[in-house]
């Protein structure tokens, strides 16, 4: 059996970083599938500890979880983790939506910019999505659901999402290559980075 412990890796890695460097100036916090997940949470604390820093959070392959991962982050010990702050005062495991917490982060602390990137027929999430009861060929209205929830909040989302079937980018050749509509990603990225971001990009066919 493997027991992953998540929260206190990331944590380690976390209090690691900033002793290593208190001065950064630019702090990218990314996470890919599960990771994505709570990458605006450890961005908020980040910046909680490096009030100089311009902290920016990508969350690779995560947007099209479902709403009803709640059910499961209850046995994750996920609300007892959260962060002491007064966005989370009367938080419940079934309100711990992808989405819940991007918009308490963004609340939290408006500095914070956001970039989500799916492909619209990930095969792992579309595994999840089916265990949800929903149907695998609809992740990208999960994605877009999500984005318009976070973005109701008043928080802006940057958002790409791929045709085909793959999952995650970041480790993959493909992020140095990838082109969509004809925008080449590592550009869009990188406006991103700059503060200078770039429209959605969506696939069109997304089949791929």
Same mark, same amino acid.
């Given at each position: 059996?493997?027991?992953h412990k998540g929260f206190v890796n990331a944590s380690a890695a976390l209090t690691t970083m900033i002793e290593r460097f208190p001065n950064v100036v630019d702090l990218v916090v990314a996470g890919l599938s599960a990771g994505a997940f709570t990458t605006p949470l450890y961005a908020g604390v980040a910046a909680d500890q490096l009030p100089n820093a311009k902290v920016a959070v990508i969350a690779? +392959? +995560?947007g099209a979880v479902p709403d009803a991962i709640s059910a499961v982050t209850a046995n994750w010990g996920t609300v007892e983790s959260l962060p002491d702050w007064p966005e989370f005062a009367g938080t419940t495991a079934a309100m711990m939506t992808p989405a819940y917490s991007f918009a308490k982060v963004a609340e939290h602390n408006p500095s914070i910019t956001f970039l989500r990137y799916d492909y619209a027929y990930d095969r792992v999430l579309s595994g999840y999505a089916v265990m949800a009861g929903l149907s695998?060929? +609809? %992740? =990208?209205? =999960?994605?877009?659901?999500?984005?318009?929830?976070?973005?109701?909040?008043?928080?802006? =989302?940057?958002? @790409? =999402?791929?045709?085909?079937?793959?999952?995650t980018i970041l480790g993959r050749p493909d992020f140095y290559t990838e082109e969509l509509n004809g925008v080449r990603f590592l550009d @869009? %990225? %990188?406006a991103f980075l700059d503060g200078t971001?770039?429209?959605?990009?969506?696939?069109v066919d997304c089949a791929g």
């Open positions: 059996m493997i027991e690779d +392959g +995560g695998a060929d +609809g %992740l =990208v209205d =999960v994605i877009r659901s999500g984005e318009a929830s976070i973005e109701a909040t008043g928080a802006a =989302v940057a958002a @790409w =999402v791929s045709p085909g079937d793959a999952h @869009w %990225l %990188l971001p770039l429209a959605d990009n969506y696939c």
